[in-house]
């Protein structure tokens, strides 16, 4: 019946019971079933290994079977990379509007807001990285995919502003859809304006480290994820502009089966090292530590 179609979905996963040691069990329909909480476990987007999630967070969320990186939010990723209790969040009361009044556009960041426990696309701060300060954009993709509106061009904006009057370095970690629709222009002038402070940053010789996740397209990799002195990507992370079926259509050809994987684009020369999760933290550390040696903030 239709009305089967519509039955609410329950919040826990069923699997048969283990089979006896005696052998196989016949298959008679009744076999009692485990009830699996929902969130105990972890399915793997590229192999489909399923985890324990309490394991795959203390492997960094990547999987320990084919080396997949999942991806992460703004907060898991803040909490990972600096030093304990040692960030200070910027900004953190600004919140997007709908200055254009789009359809439905108030509402759906309501939704955003309580499905990420996020108040935009970005979380912006200072802290310190293996002992070194440093001023911070992390993105989260799970706040309207990572889109980029004014809000976002603002904080990140903002951000930068602050590591030019402490003369702090300054790290993006990167992952958006792209511009955000719903604010039209007032979305794309984010790329100018926050490339425009980037350029005022590299004018008074501040070290500014790039860090692309998975994935980052769209006007947010046309502007500050490509920008950095130094361009770093995570394993296997999308990194392009269009998406790969509109440039395929465009263009008429097959592409590679690893076109705009970060390995892909350190191959042709848009990255400078794609560098494991579990070895980020340690790889920012030595960059701000030589940086700092060398006389750059």
Not at 107 to 128: C, Y
Not at 197 to 208: H, T, V
Not at 214 to 231: K, Q, Y
Not at 285 to 292: A, C, G, K, N
């Amino acid at each position: 019946m239709f009305k089967d179609l519509f039955q609410k979905k329950r919040k826990y996963a069923t699997i048969p019971a283990e089979r006896s040691r005696g052998g196989e069990q016949p298959d008679t329909g009744d076999r009692p079933k485990r009830e699996i909480p929902e969130g105990l476990m972890t399915k793997c987007g590229k192999c489909g290994t399923i985890q324990y999630s309490k394991e795959l967070e203390k492997n960094l969320k990547v999987c320990p079977s084919c080396g997949y990186h999942m991806r992460l939010n703004a907060l898991e990723r803040i909490k990972m990379t600096f030093d304990d209790e040692s960030f200070i969040e910027y900004d953190a009361d600004m919140i997007s509007v709908d200055p254009l009044s789009f359809p439905g556009y108030s509402s759906k960041l309501e939704q955003q807001t309580m499905k990420s426990g996020l108040r935009d696309a970005v979380v912006t701060g200072e802290g310190l990285i293996g002992g070194q300060p440093v001023v911070v954009a992390v993105m989260s993709f799970d706040f309207f995919t990572g889109s980029m509106g004014s809000v976002v061009g603002e904080k990140i904006t903002r951000a930068i502003e602050q590591a030019i009057s402490k003369r702090l370095p300054v790290i993006i970690f990167s992952t958006s859809g792209g511009a955000r629709m719903q604010e039209s222009i007032l979305s794309l002038m984010q790329m100018a304006k926050t490339s425009a402070a980037l350029s005022r940053l590299d004018e008074q010789g501040g070290l500014y480290i790039s860090v692309v996740t998975d994935p980052t397209t769209g006007g947010v990799s046309a502007s500050f994820a490509t920008l950095g002195d130094i361009n770093i990507a995570e394993p296997g992370a999308v990194f392009g502009f269009a998406g790969r079926i509109v440039i395929e259509q465009t263009i008429r050809q097959k592409l590679p089966d690893d076109f705009q994987t970060s390995e892909f684009n350190l191959q042709h020369g848009q990255l400078d090292m794609v560098v494991h999760r579990k070895d980020l933290r340690g790889t920012l550390t030595q960059l701000l530590e030589l940086h700092s040696t060398k006389g750059v903030y």
